[in-house]
């Protein structure tokens, strides 16, 4: 088995085995961006690893095995190999579904989980569990660069404990957030000087709206009551329209959105992120 670089012209014929993978050619975005292939008499594995152009402190990793070439030692040969290419020293991360297997690869490896995305689907009905507060507004009322500096702030903070951003962040955070969420729908609180207290932004990337919501400081007084506040209104909102399933993105760590979450009584799957240490 020889390993090589994952080539552009090997994407024009993707093999059934990696649909629903997002493949790229070596070193697609510089040095930090690597892809390989192994390969006997044709491709056994590929394995992709990237830095995120928000965090940069761990290399996202996703190794792919062909079916019938499982359970070989192949997938952690390819891990070995994208190891021995990382620029930097820095553990390799991935994610996923609790039942997915490719978690079960990542623990066999030594993976320690860094983060829980709690269960996320419910609908707009169960909004009569939340309560009335403040008031809120649509973000499309308020000035754009007013939002995304508290977009980015939210995201600093609720990321800090486990995935600290990185320097420039903010820029491709918010890159593609007005093509993505739905200014109408989402939600804002502020306090009398304009300042942003709590932001709920909907998001219609997907077949059903996605929700985060949080506070703007960690700290912020009755945060609880603000989140809870934003993510009615959005609720209520998205209901007028006929929309009944919605689904929420937020982590266990997310002091004022998890106890909201919970009113709504989601039901999924549980979700983790990994970190896996230096092979």
Same mark, same amino acid.
């Given at each position: 088995m020889e390993f090589r670089p994952l080539r552009e012209r090997d994407l024009t014929s993707i093999p059934a085995w990696l649909a629903g993978h997002e493949l790229r050619p070596d070193l697609w975005r510089g040095e930090h961006t690597r892809a390989a292939v192994a390969e006997t008499d044709e491709i056994v594995a590929v394995g992709i690893m990237w830095t995120s152009r928000v965090h940069g402190d761990?290399?996202? $990793?996703?190794? $792919? $095995? #062909? /079916?019938?070439?499982?359970?070989?030692?192949?997938? +952690? @040969?390819? @891990? #070995? #190999? %994208?190891?021995? *290419?990382?620029?930097? /020293? %820095?553990? %390799?991360? +991935?994610? !996923?579904?609790?039942?997915? /297997? !490719? *978690?079960?690869? @990542?623990?066999? %490896?030594?993976?320690? +989980?860094?983060?829980?995305?709690p269960p996320a689907k419910t609908t707009t009905a169960a909004r009569t569990a939340l309560r009335a507060g403040p008031a809120t507004i649509a973000v499309g009322s308020v000035d754009r660069a007013v939002i995304e500096a508290a977009n980015a702030r939210i995201y600093e903070w609720t990321h800090a404990s486990w995935s600290p951003v990185a320097t420039g962040f903010a820029d491709a955070l918010n890159e593609d957030l007005w093509d993505e969420i739905d200014p109408e729908a989402s939600s804002v609180v502020m306090d009398s000087t304009g300042r942003v207290l709590a932001l709920a932004l909907v998001y219609l990337d997907g077949e059903t709206p996605l929700l985060t919501a949080e506070t703007t400081d960690a700290a912020t007084p009755d945060g609880e009551r603000l989140v809870e506040a934003c993510i009615l209104r959005s609720l209520d909102v998205l209901s007028d329209r006929g929309v009944v399933d919605v689904e929420f993105d937020g982590h266990v760590s997310d002091p004022h959105f998890l106890p909201v979450l919970a009113r709504v009584k989601p039901t999924g799957r549980w979700f983790r992120l990994v970190e896996i240490p230096v092979l």
């Open positions: 761990r290399y996202w $990793v996703d190794v $792919v $095995v #062909h /079916p019938g070439h499982r359970r070989r030692g192949i997938g +952690t @040969a390819m @891990a #070995h #190999h %994208l190891a021995a *290419l990382r620029a930097a /020293p %820095l553990a %390799l991360m +991935t994610r !996923g579904y609790v039942d997915d /297997p !490719g *978690l079960a690869f @990542a623990d066999a %490896l030594g993976a320690r +989980t860094i983060q829980i995305v």
